[in-house]
């Protein structure tokens, strides 16, 4: 019992300190993806589908991503096959991703975005805000310091000014912490 005690007081405590950083995918490429890897910078994690009538996203993924990594934006998808509208092989969605978009975004091997067989990510963005994907194309914006700041519905898109102003605030921060530094 006192075992027990313990290994949930320091799961809480690993809980309650959590950020995105603590998280790694693997990487459509082969290798994998540290979150940590972008810390101080702003993220905007995308589960996407190949299938879904709103893949027409990707497109604007690809422009925000062109507008704003310069400036230290990432923007990783997360193609998911959570709602049976993914290719079968990652293979598969990187070619469609580039002979169709023409897409750089970093990319993460197909991963499930909800449920027991979530990523650790998703389940600790549900843990930490409530937000759980409820279809392709949610977006999760994460400040520079790991934390999530703002979660966005399928319907939103990407390059909208809901998205943009909110990522241009964590720019700003971090243009003025390199200045001030």
């Excluded at 290719?87 to 091997?109: Q, R």
């Excluded at 994907?133 to 520079?144: A, Q, R, Y």
């Excluded at 966005?152 to 001030?180: C, H, M, N, W």
Aim: aromatic share 10%; hydrophobic share 40%; with cysteine.
């Amino acid at each position: 019992m006192k075992i027990l005690f313990i290994f949930i007081s320091i799961f809480i405590g690993a809980t309650a300190m959590s950020h995105a950083g603590q998280f790694i995918f693997k990487s459509a490429d082969g290798g994998m993806i540290n979150l940590e890897d972008f810390r101080g910078k702003p993220v905007l994690v995308v589960n996407t589908a190949s299938r879904c009538g709103f893949t027409g996203q990707l497109e604007g993924l690809q422009k925000l991503s062109d507008s704003y990594q310069d400036q230290g934006l990432t923007v990783l998808a997360v193609p998911s096959n959570d709602f049976n509208q993914e290719l079968a092989t990652i293979d598969a969605v990187k070619e469609f991703c580039s002979v169709n978009y023409n897409l750089t975004l970093p990319m993460t091997d197909i991963t499930s975005v909800r449920g027991k067989n979530a990523h650790p990510f998703f389940k600790w963005v549900k843990d930490t805000t409530g937000f759980s994907p409820k279809w392709n194309f949610n977006k999760i914006l994460i400040d520079p310091s790991g934390e999530v700041v703002q979660t966005f519905g399928s319907l939103t898109r990407p390059t909208s000014g809901a998205i943009t102003r909110e990522i241009e605030k964590y720019l700003q921060l971090e243009l003025s912490d390199q200045v001030s530094g």
